[in-house]
């Protein structure tokens, strides 16, 4: 099961992947608040939204902080960008070591199921080496067939 996670988005909701259970699968990444690379890979999950909707996927995309203008214009029906203020979700998916004194440390992307089951998990080097969307978008229908 994955930990309990609840994010402050960035149009004042507050967004909980309990929300979803038995309703949507779930992307979870924990992304830099000001990051070229952590945007890009949001742009292109954004670009690929025709996979989430096949998928009856929803993206939560954490930040400690604030995130960028650009972070948070990437959000689509599919993608909801918001803020973990405590660190307590990027702790318990990342580890203890994540938080730093105004970011994130280590980034991570996860992928649940819609019982709240991880299904993969994705740490992210220093590189930003992101998955492709089509490598997550995999993981989530061999997940549906073999069910």
């Not at 909701?13 to 699968?25: G, S, V």
């Not at 070591?97 to 649940?112: E, Q």
Request: hydrophobic share 45%.
């Amino acid at each position: 099961m994955i930990p309990p996670l609840t994010l402050h988005s960035t149009n004042g909701r507050t967004i909980r992947a309990w929300d979803f259970k038995q309703k949507k699968n779930l992307i979870i990444a924990f992304l830099h608040s000001d990051c070229r690379d952590c945007e890009a890979f949001l742009r292109n999950l954004s670009a690929a939204n025709s996979l989430w909707k096949a998928n009856d996927a929803v993206i939560l995309a954490a930040t400690l902080a604030q995130p960028s203008r650009n972070l948070s214009d990437a959000q689509t029906d599919s993608i909801i960008v918001g803020i973990d203020p405590t660190a307590r979700a990027a702790i318990a998916y990342i580890g203890k070591d994540s938080p730093g004194a105004t970011d994130l440390l280590k980034l991570g992307v996860f992928a649940a199921d819609r019982y709240s089951e991880l299904i993969a998990r994705w740490d992210i080097p220093a590189n930003h080496n992101f998955p492709e969307a089509a490598a997550i978008a995999s993981i989530l229908e061999q997940t549906d067939l073999a069910r």
